[in-house]
């Protein structure tokens, strides 16, 4: 029970720091769209692995959320 608990904490943390990540100047350059990869901007691809993180965090947190139902298929 105690690890369901530590890894919810540790997708809630992910989530905030990677929404705080995706507003620095690591992802968003001031006035920059260079360099380029593959021919598609650098923050592109950052935004890309940031949302792809996320959803990620995000399946991961259904499966260890503290108060999911492990009988959720029974009636009784």
């Known amino acids: 029970m105690k690890k369901h608990?530590?890894?919810?904490t540790?997708?809630?943390?992910?989530?905030?720091?990677?929404c705080v990540i995706?507003?620095?100047p690591l992802v968003?350059?001031?006035?920059?769209s260079t360099p380029?990869?593959?021919?598609v901007p650098r923050?592109?691809?950052?935004?890309?692995?940031v949302y792809a993180a996320m959803v990620v965090l995000t399946f991961i947190?259904?499966?260890v959320h503290?108060?999911?139902?492990?009988?959720s298929g029974d009636s009784e």
């Open 28 to 32: 968003i350059p001031a006035g920059k």
């Open 5 to 8: 608990n530590l890894a919810w």
């Open 66 to 71: 503290p108060e999911a139902d492990d009988n």
């Open 36 to 39: 380029m990869f593959l021919g």
């Open 43 to 49: 923050t592109l691809w950052a935004a890309i692995l």
């Open 61 to 63: 947190g259904t499966r």
């Open 22 to 24: 995706s507003f620095t």
């Open 10 to 18: 540790l997708c809630i943390v992910g989530i905030v720091a990677l």
